[in-house]
C-alpha cells in the first residue's frame, strides 16, 4: 500500500504509553497508559517462531498507519482488542504529516 487513503483505516484501536511506578517490594512495575483511541491499517508483512526461554514463540511483524500524530514514539504500543503491538519504529512516510507509519511486533502468539 503505497499511498494510503482514509478508507483503509479499518481497525479500530488505541495507542497505549507505559510509566514504570514502584511496585512496593523494592520493585518496578510497568503500567500502560491509553494515549488515544485511533483508525489504523494493519499489515502482517512478515512471521517467524523460534524456542524462547525452552518453549515455542511466535512474532509477526506489522504495519500500522494511522493519520498524522507527533507524539507517537518507539516504545509505545498500540492495542486492538485483545492484541498487542509494541512500536519499533515511527516515521512520516511521505513528510507531508498526512500519515504516521508504525513497525510494530506481535509477540507470543
Known amino acids: 500500500m503505497a499511498e ?22 523494592g520493585g518496578r512495575a510497568v503500567v500502560w497508559t491509553k494515549l488515544a483511541d485511533i483508525w489504523a491499517y494493519v499489515r502482517a508483512t512478515t512471521g517467524s517462531e523460534g524456542f524462547v526461554h525452552d518453549r515455542l514463540s511466535g512474532s509477526v511483524s506489522h504495519e500500522i498507519v494511522m493519520r498524522h500524530r507527533a507524539d507517537v514514539t518507539p516504545g509505545m504500543r498500540i492495542t486492538a482488542g485483545t492484541r498487542v503491538f509494541e512500536i519499533r519504529a515511527v516515521f512520516d512516510p511521505d513528510g507531508r504529516r498526512r500519515w504516521t507509519r508504525c513497525l510494530a511486533q506481535e509477540r507470543d502468539l
Open 4 to 25: 494510503y487513503d482514509i478508507g483503509d483505516l479499518r481497525t479500530r484501536a488505541a495507542i497505549e504509553t507505559s510509566t514504570s511506578t514502584d511496585d512496593g517490594g
